[in-house]
């Protein structure tokens, strides 16, 4: 079913450029709130020393833009706003504005912040890539990761219309709804937050574990995570992944049930990036340092269990979620009710934030992300996948900010490889042979 769904959806009318996005993912124009005051931007501060701060290692300037999804891994951007850390290493006129969608965050990317965009943001794993090679971009932008935000943490949430099917890490049962739809002439929906990216991917591979061919199956739609249960409560799909707090905000008005955890299909998956344009960082590298310092201090700060309460009430804020508390706080403490009977106190499939080397970029999850857009046509099937890793992916950066935290030598990985990969269908994915992975692969576009 390569055709867009006649089906109707609630797009949110008070957010700029919203209404265009779940169709294409294309927008245009600033659509950044801010939530931390103005900056001119076509000027950027000189930066000044603040305490503690070595004058040789101050910031090249004082200012920068970050944009953020209201989704609860952005929650190390906020907190090292709300908690003052990016002032802490010389970094005082951040500001972090709130985005409608992720082809919002990626136009405002393009534009950069003297464009009146931004500089960086907490972003979908995959989406620098596709930026850097320019094929979800107007022309090629060099991007770099600086940062894994956080691993776990997302669902694959289904209608309460098949709460009877019980539908699980087993995709195949998808297959009675099929049979279904097809006697009543109705088309299928998938939900996801952008093509290409990782819950798009979480989707996709759900779906072929289970013998169904996401291209052909079923329309595989992108809607943004805010409105996903609006979407679901009319009936505009069947099934949609995305991440927290929407799955939970599903199950607490009865309007659908988790599928699974993302940390059941494939334990401590990376998930969300912190990026920044790579012109920026490369003209200050010792801001880029200095806020990847802010950030890894507030993943930290986040991860502790003691911090798990505060952490909900600041980003349930009007001014960042305008989302209740008992959405979020839950299954950030890994306590999860799946809305269909089954519940579970796992925080090994809960979302993480800086324990397990949840923070470090590492360069072999990159690779499969790769594979995985080649597996779906988004990305051609010769790409040069390690040159553009090394391109990308600055875990160098990560490993300095880490050593001027003082972060414990046994924090930081040695390595930029996590090693073989196993998902929860017996799949292994081993980053030295990308290709062997793509050649196994039974349901595949590539």
Same mark, same amino acid.
């Not at 979800?136 to 949430?157: D, E, F, V």
């Not at 990782?198 to 992108?222: E, F």
């Not at 607490?252 to 599928?259: C, F, L, P």
């Not at 009007?318 to 089954?342: A, L, M, N, T």
């Given at each position: 079913?390569?055709?867009?769904?006649?089906?109707?959806?609630?797009?949110?009318?008070?957010?700029?450029?919203?209404?265009?996005?779940?169709?294409?993912?294309?927008?245009?124009?600033?659509?950044?709130?801010?939530?931390?005051?103005?900056?001119?931007?076509?000027?950027?501060?000189?930066?000044?020393?603040?305490?503690?701060?070595?004058?040789?290692?101050?910031?090249?300037?004082?200012?920068?833009?970050?944009?953020?999804?209201?989704?609860?891994?952005?929650?190390?951007?906020?907190?090292?706003?709300?908690?003052?850390?990016?002032?802490?290493?010389?970094?005082?006129?951040?500001?972090?504005?709130?985005?409608?969608?992720?082809?919002?965050?990626?136009?405002?990317?393009?534009?950069?912040?003297?464009?009146?965009?931004?500089?960086?943001?907490?972003?979908?794993?995959?989406?620098?890539?596709?930026?850097?090679?320019?094929?979800?971009?107007?022309?090629?932008?060099?991007?770099?990761?600086?940062?894994?935000?956080?691993?776990?943490?997302?669902?694959?949430?289904?209608?309460?219309?098949?709460?009877?099917?019980?539908?699980?890490?087993?995709?195949? %049962?998808?297959?009675?709804?099929? @049979?279904?739809?097809?006697? #009543? =002439?109705?088309?299928?929906?998938? +939900? $996801? &937050?952008?093509?290409?990216?990782?819950?798009?991917?979480?989707?996709?591979?759900?779906?072929?574990?289970?013998?169904?061919?996401?291209?052909?199956?079923?329309?595989?739609?992108?809607?943004?995570?805010?409105?996903?249960?609006?979407?679901?409560?009319?009936?505009?799909?069947?099934?949609?992944?995305?991440?927290?707090?929407?799955?939970?905000?599903?199950?607490?008005?009865?309007?659908?049930?988790?599928?699974?955890?993302?940390?059941?299909?494939?334990?401590?998956?990376?998930? %969300?990036?912190?990026?920044?344009? @790579?012109?920026?960082?490369? #003209? =200050?590298?010792?801001?880029?340092? +200095? $806020? &990847?310092?802010?950030?890894?201090?507030?993943?930290?700060?986040?991860?502790?269990?003691?911090?798990?309460?505060?952490?909900?009430?600041?980003?349930?804020?009007?001014?960042?979620?305008?989302?209740?508390?008992?959405?979020?706080?839950?299954?950030?403490?890994?306590?999860?009710?799946?809305?269909?009977?089954?519940?579970?106190?796992?925080?090994?499939?809960?979302?993480?934030?800086?324990?397990?080397?949840?923070?470090?970029?590492?360069?072999?999850?990159?690779?499969?992300?790769?594979?995985?857009?080649?597996?779906?046509?988004?990305?051609?099937?010769?790409?040069?996948?390690?040159?553009?890793?090394?391109?990308?992916?600055?875990?160098?950066?990560?490993?300095?900010?880490?050593?001027?935290?003082?972060?414990?030598?046994?924090?930081?990985?040695?390595?930029?490889?996590?090693?073989?990969?196993?998902?929860?269908?017996?799949?292994?994915?081993?980053?030295?042979?990308?290709?062997?992975?793509?050649?196994?692969?039974?349901?595949?576009?590539?």
């Amino acid at each position: 079913m390569s055709k867009i769904s006649r089906r109707k959806f609630i797009i949110t009318t008070g957010t700029a450029a919203a209404a265009s996005v779940f169709i294409h993912g294309c927008t245009s124009g600033n659509n950044a709130d801010s939530e931390s005051g103005s900056t001119d931007a076509t000027t950027t501060p000189a930066a000044t020393p603040v305490a503690d701060i070595n004058p040789e290692d101050a910031p090249e300037v004082t200012a920068a833009k970050l944009g953020f999804i209201a989704l609860t891994d952005s929650a190390p951007l906020i907190i090292a706003k709300e908690k003052g850390l990016f002032d802490k290493y010389g970094m005082t006129e951040v500001e972090i504005l709130k985005q409608a969608s992720w082809p919002v965050t990626r136009d405002n990317m393009e534009l950069g912040s003297k464009g009146g965009g931004i500089d960086g943001a907490h972003i979908l794993s995959p989406m620098p890539y596709l930026m850097s090679l320019g094929t979800i971009t107007k022309q090629p932008l060099p991007m770099y990761i600086l940062a894994r935000l956080n691993t776990n943490g997302q669902g694959i949430s289904v209608s309460k219309e098949y709460l009877d099917l019980k539908i699980g890490t087993d995709s195949s %049962k998808m297959k009675e709804i099929f @049979a279904k739809s097809r006697a #009543a =002439n109705k088309q299928l929906n998938a +939900a $996801m &937050t952008f093509p290409g990216g990782t819950h798009d991917l979480w989707m996709r591979y759900w779906l072929a574990a289970g013998g169904i061919n996401p291209d052909t199956d079923i329309s595989v739609i992108p809607v943004p995570p805010p409105q996903m249960v609006a979407n679901m409560k009319i009936g505009a799909m069947e099934t949609f992944c995305v991440g927290e707090p929407w799955n939970a905000q599903l199950v607490n008005q009865n309007q659908g049930y988790s599928a699974l955890v993302t940390g059941e299909l494939w334990q401590d998956h990376p998930e %969300k990036a912190f990026a920044m344009r @790579a012109d920026w960082v490369d #003209a =200050n590298p010792k801001a880029a340092k +200095a $806020m &990847t310092m802010a950030v890894l201090e507030a993943q930290q700060w986040c991860d502790s269990p003691e911090n798990h309460q505060e952490m909900c009430e600041i980003v349930s804020q009007d001014k960042w979620f305008k989302v209740p508390v008992e959405d979020i706080i839950d299954r950030s403490q890994g306590k999860i009710d799946y809305g269909d009977g089954r519940t579970v106190e796992d925080a090994n499939i809960s979302m993480k934030f800086w324990r397990d080397n949840a923070s470090y970029p590492y360069k072999s999850h990159d690779l499969w992300f790769l594979a995985e857009n080649i597996r779906w046509g988004y990305i051609p099937a010769d790409t040069d996948m390690s040159t553009l890793v090394d391109q990308v992916n600055r875990s160098d950066i990560w490993k300095e900010a880490a050593e001027s935290l003082g972060v414990p030598e046994a924090e930081i990985p040695t390595s930029d490889s996590r090693g073989v990969e196993t998902f929860f269908d017996g799949v292994k994915f081993d980053p030295a042979d990308p290709k062997a992975y793509l050649d196994g692969l039974k349901i595949k576009k590539a």
